[in-house]
């Protein structure tokens, strides 16, 4: 695999990950987070924080394609990227919500809606990763 497919990949989880931010945390749960505003920043506050999230979304995205990229095997591609989606929901996303769930006041819906937008995006950057990143090229040039 050539240095310039990770970086696309990356950039391509990267902005799956923004893109899907924006849509289900700044309009699909905006009202939810205006009713539980007692856990949250103000507004302009968060905003001034946007370049944190950003670099947290530039990490995730880079561990997520590393991660892949030291694993491909030789399976069904699109098989396996369901497989890592799977995986990571299950290492990084589900145990954090169930100890959020646990240790704070967050209502059950926002848990669940946050769970659902991890597994959405979880399997929509594996895909997309698949795509750009190109595991069958990659493993003819492995062999």
């Keep these: 695999m050539t240095k310039k497919r990770f970086w696309i990949s990356v950039l391509a989880v990267w902005a ?8 289900f945390h700044g309009i699909w749960l905006a ?3 205006q009713q539980t505003s007692q856990f949250w920043r103000p ?5 001034s ?3 944190w999230m950003w670099a947290g979304q530039l990490i995730f995205s880079w561990a997520f394609v590393w991660i892949y990229s030291k694993g491909v095997s030789h399976d069904n591609q699109w098989a396996q990227a369901f ?3 799977i995986a990571i929901l ?3 996303h589900v145990p954090g919500q169930l100890v959020m769930w646990a240790t704070t006041p967050y209502p059950a819906e926002l848990i669940w809606k946050w769970f659902f937008i991890s597994a959405v995006q979880a399997m929509v950057c594996a895909f997309v990763m698949t795509w750009t990143f190109q595991p069958a090229k990659w493993a003819q040039t492995a062999k």
């Design 16 to 23: 799956v990950v923004w893109a899907t931010d924006f849509l």
């Design 31 to 33: 009202p939810l987070y």
């Design 43 to 47: 507004g302009q506050e968060i905003q």
């Design 49 to 51: 924080m946007m370049p």
């Design 83 to 85: 497989r890592y989606a």
């Design 90 to 92: 299950l290492v990084s």
